[in-house]
C-alpha cells in the first residue's frame, strides 16, 4: 500500500465520519537526536496523514525546561516532547507530571545509555576501570594539556551533566576531561577518527543508527547496589554535590503531551495516549531519514501505510 494524499484524505473522510477527526494544530517539539527527531516525524505524518489534522515541528524548539513550561501553560504554542527520556529529566517530571498534572506520557519504549569505544580498541579499553590508567589517558589526549578527552554530551542534555559526576565519581576527573559539543559535531568527528583507526571515547545511547553504522562495545562498569547514583542535577554545586558510581539503569523512554490537547484537540491526546513504539522501529527510522538521507516525511508515511493497524488502534483507543 503507498501512502498518498488521496490516501490520507479518504482516511480522514472516514475518521471524520466516525467524529474522530483532528481539530486545533499541534506543535511538536524539536530536539537534537534523531531518535526523537524521528519520531516527531513519525507523529506528525499521523496528525497530517490518517487523522486528516495540522501539525508541525516548531524548529528550535529543543531545550527541556521551556517545552515542559510551554507544554503546562496549554496555549499551543508546544504541545508534544517527542522523546522524554527518564530518569534525566526527572525534576521536570516532579514539576509538571507528578506535581501541576498537566503534562500526561504514553508507555515508554527502553532506551540505554553507556560510554563507548570503538571495537578497535577494545584490546587496549575494556572496562571503566582501564580508564584510571594515565597511559590509556594519554592515548586520548588530542590537545596536548595532559588529560583524555570523552565526548559527554550537548551542553543543553541533563545526561552531559550525568557522565562528568560519573567521571568524578569513579575518581577519573584527573585524567580526563570532557567535549562538550552538540551531537552533529561529535558525529563528524567520530567518522574521521574512526576511519583513521584513532581513540575515541564517547557517551551514546540506543536506539540509534550510530550501532548500525559502527561497531562499538560500551566499557564494562560496577553493577547497580543501593545509593551507587544520588545525583542533584538542579543544585547549583551539581558536580559537587553528586555521587554515580555504577551503570547506569535501562531509560524509560516516553512521549509527553500537553493535557489541554484534551479539550483542544482530544483525538491528537487519545492517540498520543496510546502510542507505543519500540527501539527497533525507531532505529529503523532514523536508518532511513538520516543515514540514508531519505525525506524523513516520505519514510514516516511509508511507515503509516505499512503498519496502518497499528496506527489505527493508537488512533481508535
Not at 193 to 209: C, D, I, N, R, V
Not at 212 to 227: F, K, N
Request: glycine share 8%; aromatic share 10%; charged share 20%.
Amino acid at each position: 500500500m503507498t501512502f498518498t494524499k488521496t490516501t490520507a484524505a479518504l482516511l480522514a473522510a472516514t475518521l471524520a465520519a466516525g467524529g474522530a477527526s483532528a481539530q486545533e494544530k499541534v506543535t511538536l517539539s524539536d530536539l537534537s537526536w534523531n531518535g526523537a527527531r524521528a519520531i516527531g516525524h513519525v507523529i506528525e505524518a499521523i496528525i497530517e496523514g490518517p487523522m486528516g489534522g495540522d501539525a508541525e515541528i516548531v524548529q528550535g524548539m529543543n531545550q527541556a525546561a521551556v517545552i515542559m513550561a510551554g507544554m503546562d501553560k496549554g496555549d499551543g504554542s508546544i504541545d508534544v516532547y517527542t522523546d522524554l527520556w527518564m530518569p534525566n529529566q526527572q525534576a521536570l517530571w516532579d514539576e509538571y507530571i507528578d506535581g501541576n498534572q498537566t503534562v500526561a506520557v504514553n508507555a515508554p519504549y527502553q532506551g540505554t545509555s553507556n560510554i563507548y569505544v570503538p571495537s578497535y580498541m577494545t584490546d587496549k579499553v575494556s572496562s571503566i576501570e582501564d580508564l584510571a590508567n594515565p597511559e590509556i589517558a594519554a592515548m586520548f589526549d588530542t590537545d596536548g594539556d595532559g588529560k583524555g578527552e570523552y565526548w559527554a554530551g550537548d551542553v543543553t542534555w541533563a545526561s552531559t551533566k550525568r557522565w562528568q559526576i560519573k567521571f568524578k565519581s569513579y575518581g577519573l576527573d584527573e585524567l580526563w576531561e570532557p567535549n562538550i559539543v552538540s551531537a552533529d559535531t561529535f558525529k563528524a568527528g567520530l567518522e574521521a577518527a574512526y576511519s583513521a583507526g584513532q581513540p575515541q571515547l564517547f557517551y551514546y545511547w540506543t536506539p540509534e543508527a550510530l550501532h548500525v553504522r559502527y561497531d562499538l562495545i560500551a566499557l564494562e562498569e560496577p553493577g547497580r547496589t543501593e545509593g551507587c547514583e544520588d545525583v542533584d542535577l538542579d543544585a547549583e554545586n551539581w558536580l559537587e554535590v553528586s555521587t554515580f558510581d555504577c551503570v547506569i539503569a535501562a531509560n524509560d523512554v516516553y512521549v509527553g503531551y500537553s493535557k489541554s490537547l484534551e479539550t483542544r484537540n482530544p483525538a491528537v491526546a487519545k492517540m498520543l495516549s496510546n502510542i507505543q513504539f519500540s527501539g527497533d522501529e525507531i532505529n529503523e527510522w532514523i536508518v532511513e531519514m538520516f543515514d540514508n538521507k531519505r525525506d524523513p516525511q516520505e519514510v514516516a508515511e511509508e511507515w503509516i501505510a505499512d503498519n496502518m493497524d497499528t496506527v489505527q488502534g493508537w488512533i481508535d483507543g
